[in-house]
């Protein structure tokens, strides 16, 4: 789907992972799809064994009264289906548990450099730099090889934040906050996905996050903390007039205007931005459009009206959202 090909980047698969977390749940997975295979093919060894083993001896002779071959088998049935799972059971929560568990948790607010607050909505990721004032949607910024606190939340229903290459899942649970870390090993784009059934556009509720080298997080960062650029052209000053005179601003935000909604994403540096609708559909001129006009065709269920704008009155919005850098 080429309209995905700016939006992915690397590959969203925790068999792949770029930090230390996804590491160590990588070789759990290994290490326990080893010990499965190990186990499967036991089991299948020991009745292809007592098949052959029966067939040699014909069927129905050695019914009636305990042989002492079958204290043996007794010992089987409790060592390897009583006690060897129990061990191995407790040996994996254990490992899984105790120590994998330890190396995902987030770093104590006070101990961290950058924390980042995340919010899930139906269908989209509300992103917060507290300390910056900064809020965005949908695409994730850290410096990478910086452990960050990430703390996530939700506005409405529950949600799950999971990067498959960063870390495990971390559930948004309403009216409590969860943490975890956030570390990226090498610079680049993660796919992340929504990983709790969450409705209707549940599958379109993605998100990414950019690992940047920490100079240019720096630069990322004060770029978006300033307030909206003032419209640069005739044709923008009328789409920001229509934009704060209309529905929109009922809705979103506009650092620097009187644009003050909640509902959807904050709209100050839209233009910096890469996609639309949670990386449902590039961020270009015409997908814009399509998104402002009829965004029902574009993402069924969401909770932007159909505002069937046309003509010299789109084009104006169309022109103040583009400056929005
Ligand atoms: Cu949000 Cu699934």
Known sequence: MPALAGCGGRTQSSLAPESHAAKDIASLFWWMMGGAWIGLGLVVALLLWSWQRRK????????????????????????AGIVVPIVLLATLFVISDVFVIKTTEAPAANATRLTV???????????????????TANELHIPARTPVRLEVTTADVIHSFWVPQLN??????????????????????????CDEFCG?????????????????????????????????????????RAFLDGACSTCHTIRGTSAHG?????????????????????????????????SQAVKPGNQMPDFRLTGKRLQALLAYLEGLR
């Open 56 to 79: 040699r001896r014909g069927f129905g002779r050695d019914s009636g009264g305990v042989k002492p071959g079958e204290r043996v088998g007794w010992l089987v049935v409790v060592g």
């Open 117 to 135: 607050r995340v919010v899930g909505h139906e269908w989209w990721w509300e992103v917060r730099y507290p300390r910056k004032g900064v809020v």
């Open 168 to 193: 495990r899942t971390i559930d948004a649970i309403p009216g409590k906050t969860n943490a975890i870390e956030l570390y990226a090993e090498a610079p680049g784009r993660y796919r992340g996905q």
């Open 200 to 240: 209707l556009q549940h599958a379109h509720m993605a998100f990414s996050v950019d690992a940047e080298p920490p100079a240019v997080f720096r630069r990322w960062l004060a770029a978006q903390a300033r307030p909206a650029a003032a419209p640069a052209s005739a044709a923008a000053q009328r789409g920001e």
């Open 262 to 294: 909640y509902v959807g994403p904050d709209l100050t540096h839209l233009a910096s931005r890469t996609t639309l609708a949670a990386l449902a559909i590039p961020n270009t001129r015409r997908t814009l459009a399509d998104w402002i006009t009829d």
